[in-house]
């Protein structure tokens, strides 16, 4: 049995729950990214706060970062996708293109897809050799313990879908006009080795998940489930390396006590 294998994908949520679940937890997801940002709180930054998302096509990656960053304001976070690298990046050191996006103290990024293309796509598809992604694992590995050391909340989540599901969705895409776009033959050529990017997908979990930086691997046959999950997962981890950094994790209910603006007295008119 692989980490894939003891998924439980029948795990579900009603309208109901999901929407009231869905609002609690980008409530308390707010209050802990203004907190790292210095807006609440002690009146200085926190760690930077990067978040990669990995799956497979259609895994709902894109929805769930929608529901991650969608009620923040958009002056405090960026979003980065990450497709094949070009010309000029093929020259340089396979991390050297990700550099660049790093969030700084205080900063939320998030990477739709990252450096693990190097272990998933260069490696199933032949463009990169065995050399390359199986040295890939102690570099990247390093990597981000020296992230996480230096400064950054690091959130590494996987979700996941059964073949199935992903034709479903597939077929709905490629139903819907305005979704057209996302639908790729590449898409449809690479379910023919959905197994392998299995096989290569829990190598991955198994030798890059470390104390520092663990894979959390979200069963996403539901979006709605899965949204919700990606998020109090991310609430999780930010309260764990605000720790780290003996931070104080405030708790949900001072939301409740902040104080109300003082209203400036009206000046008499002379």
Known sequence: MTVLDELDMTLRLDREEYNARLLAAQRRLLQLRLYLEGQLGAPSTGPGLLILFEGPDAAGKGGAIKAVVGHLDPRHFEVHSYAAPTAVEKRHHFL?????????NGDMTVYDRSWYGRVLVERVEGFA????????????????????????????????????????????????????????????RNREKNRDYDVA?????????????????????????????????????????????????????ELDAVPQPVTQPRLPLT
Request: glycine share 2%; proline share 5%; net charge negative.
């Open 129 to 188: 050799s065995r050399d390359e992604w199986q040295r890939a694992y102690e570099a990247i590995v390093d990597f981000e313990r020296s992230l996480v050391t230096e400064g950054v909340i690091l959130v590494k989540i996987w979700m996941h879908i059964s073949d199935e599901e992903q034709l479903r969705r597939f077929n709905a895409r490629a139903a819907d006009p305005l979704k057209q776009w996302k639908l790729t033959a590449e898409d449809w």
């Open 96 to 104: 050297w293109r990700f550099w660049r996006e790093l969030p700084g």
């Open 201 to 253: 997908a829990v190598e991955m979990i198994e030798r890059t998940s470390h104390p520092l930086a663990p894979w959390d691997v979200i069963p996403a046959e539901q979006k709605r489930y899965a949204r919700v999950a990606v998020i109090d997962t991310l609430i999780r981890r930010i309260e764990e390396g605000m720790l780290r950094w003996n931070l104080s994790v405030p708790h949900i209910d």
